[in-house]
Nanobody, 124 residues
Framework: QVQLVESGGGSVQAGDSLRLSCAVS????????MAWFRRAPGKERDNVAAISYDGGRTYYTDSVKGRFTISRDNTKNTLYLQMNSLKPEDTAVYYCALDYGSGVPVSAIAYNYWGRGTQVTVSS
């Protein structure tokens, strides 16, 4: 059974950095696209960043471009999200997701497996 477990969330001040990790068990990451989504209170779940199976293609939502970096280590079955220059509007529960495919899907519908999320709180 495939399991995704996020870690690295926390409460920080605006301008600080956090690095989220998503450990995957139950299958290897080869030929899987992965992504980070987030859900802020009272808002829809949004795709923050996504990455192709080989790391060669990435997607970022406009609000995080230049501040967040998605990466993966397939040898460690782990997905990462480096978040710099955090803002209060980045406050949300962050989820990692996995898709059996070679593209870089943006829509949540495309993703087959999800983690339970990790809370990120940024105060001003």
């Amino acid at each position: 059974q495939v399991q995704l477990v996020e870690s690295g969330g926390g409460s920080v001040q605006a301008g600080d950095s956090l690095r989220l990790s998503c450990a995957v068990s139950g299958r290897t990451l080869s030929r899987t696209a992965m992504a980070w989504f987030r859900r802020a209170p009272g808002k829809e779940r949004d795709n923050v960043a996504a990455i192709s199976y080989d790391g060669g293609r990435t997607y970022y939502t406009d609000s995080v471009k230049g501040r967040f970096t998605i990466s993966r280590d397939n040898t460690k079955n782990t997905l990462y999200l480096q978040m710099n220059s955090l803002k209060p509007e980045d406050t949300a529960v962050y989820y990692c997701a996995l898709d059996y495919g070679s593209g870089v899907p943006v829509s949540a519908i495309a993703y087959n497996y999800w983690g339970r999320g990790t809370q990120v709180t940024v105060s001003s």
